[in-house]
Nanobody, 115 residues
């Protein structure tokens, strides 16, 4: 019954911004790490950004300086602010939560950046 639900994806022109949100429900514990992955057609799923409950963050080299991840621990919600979007950012973005060996994935939300 644990579920992650993303929102905020859509279509945007190059140079624009989007803010993704991911809310967890059905949990009896807090995730100690949450993050965002993305997968483009024909590509492997890759880590975009992650954040621990203590606020430690990490980013893929391709998004450093453009994307910012944050979370609300009390709500088990994670956000991804995406600025200066490029066509190569086009992908399905997946929310992820973990606690020890336990992993939960969202259904994915499409982000499309047009030239």
């Amino acid at each position: 019954q644990v579920q992650l639900v993303e929102s905020g994806g859509g279509l945007v022109q190059a140079g624009g911004s989007l803010r993704l949100s991911c809310a967890a429900s059905g949990t009896i514990f807090s995730f100690n790490a949450m993050g965002w992955y993305r997968q483009a057609p024909g590509k492997q799923r890759e880590l975009v950004a992650g954040v621990t409950s203590g606020g430690s963050t990490n980013y893929a080299d391709s998004v450093k300086g453009r994307f910012t991840i944050s979370r609300d621990n009390a709500k088990n919600t994670v956000y991804l602010l995406m600025n200066s979007l490029k066509p190569e950012d086009t992908a399905v973005y997946f929310c992820n939560g973990e606690r020890g060996p336990f992993r939960v994935w969202g259904q994915g939300t499409q982000v499309t950046v047009s030239s």
